[in-house]
């Protein structure tokens, strides 16, 4: 402690006998171990409202006190200060929350809500409670004011990986690198979702293909007894839907890979079951990045025509479209290898 060694040398150095000091009231036999805990509870009794027997008794000692008098009380106020906030804060926070419960029980009450329901919404705030954190880009601040090129290097590698996973992304970024980047960079988005939340809902115009990042979803068909209604045929322009109902999807998995393809409107639901964040890819700003690269524009009308050929064949033996519910990945990669025969020839070879 250095108030407690400054005390004691100011009590010691450059002292005659008959000058007068604090030192010289404590008993000459007692340990130096013993001297710095005397000299330590002095100086700490300087920040806080407690005292110490011993007391300066000439003008240097008495300098030394006020400078540490002075110095103990900013900290001390400070730290008053500090604590004073964020009790404060804490409080005003615990009267929101307990005055936003009290209006939604008044609302819930008057309206007269059905226990299931009210029941529902207190799980799902007790599981927005207990979530864990996910942070996108766009919540960290430290970010913000990062340059174009740097931010363009950020989502390559942050959403890349994640889209390399579809075997068209995959094929487009062998061959097509700038292509892709801007489609990291300028189509590519990421969500946080809390559990139970809808990421989209059955007659919402489908915009977006979504790749599952982490988290769980269920796909809820309309006409399920989710909906209270008896099931029906689907039509075939939406390749997200399938027979059953609460359909789950997990991490690496996507869906609605059709918008990016296809004009129709959701014939469901999905929704997340837990804490989940979702990299969405939006379909016109693709149309929009393709457009600039004439000679990957032919590949992508073949694998879309066959991409549309095979829904169609399978909604016909099925009755439903379920074609892209599941991460199909092995007829997907032989649909963008039949895409890309005659159209992408291979990488130059290197002279041996």
């Not at 001297?35 to 240097?60: E, G, K, V």
């Not at 979702?193 to 269920?218: H, N, R, Y």
């Not at 479209?321 to 070879?349: W, Y």
């Amino acid at each position: 402690d250095m108030g407690g060694c400054g005390w004691y040398a100011v009590g010691t150095l450059n002292r005659g006998e008959l000058d007068p000091s604090w030192t010289q009231e404590i008993d000459r036999n007692l340990t130096m171990f013993h001297r710095y805990l005397i000299s330590f509870h002095w100086a700490f009794s300087q920040f806080t409202p407690s005292s110490s027997p011993y007391h300066p008794l000439d003008t240097r000692e008495e300098l030394y006190n006020i400078i540490l008098l002075f110095i103990g009380f900013v900290i001390f106020s400070s730290f008053v200060g500090s604590v004073t906030t964020t009790l404060t804060a804490l409080r005003n926070k615990s009267q929101e929350a307990a005055h936003r419960f009290s209006v939604y029980q008044e609302y819930s009450a008057i309206n007269g809500l059905s226990w299931e329901l009210r029941h529902s919404i207190s799980m799902f705030k007790h599981q927005w409670r207990q979530r864990r954190r996910c942070i996108v880009a766009e919540d960290v601040a430290y970010l913000k004011d990062l340059p174009e090129r740097l931010k363009v290097k950020l989502h390559c590698e942050v959403f890349g990986w994640r889209l390399a996973r579809h075997p068209l992304f995959h094929e487009t970024l062998q061959w097509f690198p700038d292509t892709m980047q801007e489609v990291c960079h300028c189509c590519t988005s990421e969500e946080v979702l809390e559990a139970g939340k809808d990421v989209f809902t059955a007659g919402t115009k489908a915009e977006q293909m979504i790749f599952v990042s982490s988290g769980t979803f269920s796909y809820l068909v309309v006409g399920s007894h989710e909906f209270g209604r008896s099931r029906t045929a689907l039509p075939r322009a939406d390749s997200t839907t399938a027979l059953e109902t609460g359909i789950s999807f997990g991490d690496g998995e996507w869906l609605s890979e059709a918008s990016l393809w296809l004009a129709y409107s959701h014939k469901g639901t999905l929704m997340s079951t837990t804490h989940s964040t979702a990299v969405q890819v939006g379909a016109l700003k693709v149309h929009n990045a393709v457009r600039k690269e004439a000679d990957l524009r032919p590949f992508l009308r073949r694998y879309a025509a066959m991409f549309v050929e095979r829904n169609n064949a399978l909604a016909a033996r099925t009755d439903c479209d379920c074609l892209g519910l599941r991460s199909d990945i092995t007829g997907t990669a032989e649909m963008v290898l039949n895409a890309a025969k005659g159209h992408m020839a291979p990488p130059e070879q290197s002279p041996a």
